[in-house]
């Protein structure tokens, strides 16, 4: 367990809906990671947050969105959704954004199903 | 844009068999270079790292350098194990102006180990 937890584990959604997936990062760390790991795109990182302001984009469509609560939790909202999206998304955290010092600990993903 | 190719597999071996995963890189500045490993139903795991030219990064058994020179990172065992069976991910984490960025993979190598 690493300490990082995604809800929910599993969501069956239809096209043109919107879904929010939820991350508790590990107690103690402030950066958040999402990456979406898809059949046809492997791992792709998407966001990252650092105690609550955004630190870097990835390959985030326009679509999607996130953010970083107080709390630091972490919400991702994906809206308008296509087959294309469904895809396993997992969130990660680290105690402080890169610089290879600090191991990123991921949660279990959550699986999203777009029909 | 920066990028890490490695063999997909899946790599079929048996229980005591000497291992090689090549992982080469691209990408500009001085990454810091990563392996993870995910078992079925998991989520990513950190199974080693090296920050800089020449270090070598060392867990479970498994191990990698880091060579600037040919940018590769090829995980490394002596005697693998049927519990070693999984999905291995090569990954680099790149810095912009702003700092690092998230973590870029691989396409994975699944691992398979026959008793």
């Known amino acids: 367990d690493s300490g990082v937890t995604q809800t929910p584990k599993h969501l069956i959604t239809a096209t043109g809906q919107r879904v929010t997936l939820r991350c508790s990062p590990r107690?103690?760390?402030?950066?958040v990671y999402w990456y979406q790991q898809s059949l046809d795109q492997g791992l792709q990182f998407l966001i990252q947050?650092?105690?609550?302001?955004?630190?870097a984009k990835g390959n985030i469509l326009e679509r999607f969105s996130a953010q970083q609560f107080p709390d630091l939790h972490s919400e991702l909202n994906l809206s308008s959704l296509e087959l294309g999206d469904s895809a396993l998304y997992f969130c990660a955290s680290s105690v402080a954004p890169g610089a290879g010092a600090y191991e990123q600990y991921f949660g279990p993903g959550t699986r999203l199903t777009v029909t | 844009g920066d990028s890490v190719t490695q063999m997909e597999g899946p790599v079929t071996l048996s229980e005591e068999a000497f291992l090689t995963i090549n992982c080469t890189y691209t990408?500009?500045?001085?990454?810091?270079l990563f392996w993870y490993v995910q078992y079925p139903g998991e989520g990513l795991q950190l199974l080693l790292k090296a920050t800089k030219a020449d270090d070598k990064g060392s867990n479970k058994g498994f191990e990698a350098t880091y060579r600037k020179e040919t940018t590769s990172f090829h995980l490394e065992k002596g005697s693998v194990q049927v519990s070693d069976s999984a999905v291995y991910f090569c990954a680099l984490e790149a810095y912009s102006g702003g700092g690092a960025d998230g973590l870029t993979f691989g396409k994975g190598t699944h691992l398979i180990i026959q008793p």
């Open positions: 947050y650092y105690n609550g302001e955004e630190r």
């Open positions: 107690s103690g760390d402030l950066s």
């Open positions: 990408a500009t500045g001085y990454p810091s």
